[in-house]
């Protein structure tokens, strides 16, 4: 079984920075994506940000060029920095693990919260 812990959620204010971590119990070059969630309150879970296993990046249009995901592979961690943050980024932020076999496989953290307001 996939363990992913994720770390660094926050309360801080608008305009600025956090920085979340995951670390995966498994080697996550052996998954096809590892990315971050999120889910606000009365809202669906959204896709904020994905790095593939050859790094190739993809962003959610509403957090281009204020967040950078990215991945160690030798520590097993998939890292979000988040800059320039807004009251709309409150919500709790998943860390996905993706495996695509014969079917696709997905793995989810249990969340860490992230709230922007003065």
């Known amino acids: 079984q996939v363990q992913l812990v994720e770390s660094g959620g926050g309360l801080v204010q608008p305009g600025g920075s956090l920085r979340l971590s995951c670390a995966a119990s498994a080697n996550i070059f052996s998954f096809n994506t590892m990315g971050w969630y999120r889910q606000a309150p009365g809202k669906e879970r959204e896709l904020v940000a994905t790095i593939t296993r050859p790094s190739i990046t993809n962003y959610a249009d509403s957090v281009k060029g204020r967040f950078t995901i990215s991945k160690d592979n030798g520590k097993n961690t998939v890292t979000l920095q988040m800059n320039s943050l807004k009251p709309e980024d409150t919500a709790v932020y998943f860390c996905?693990?993706?495996?695509?076999?014969?079917?696709?496989?997905?793995?989810w953290g249990q969340g860490t919260q992230v709230t922007v307001s003065s």
């Open positions: 996905n693990a993706r495996r695509y076999s014969y079917t696709t496989f997905d793995y």
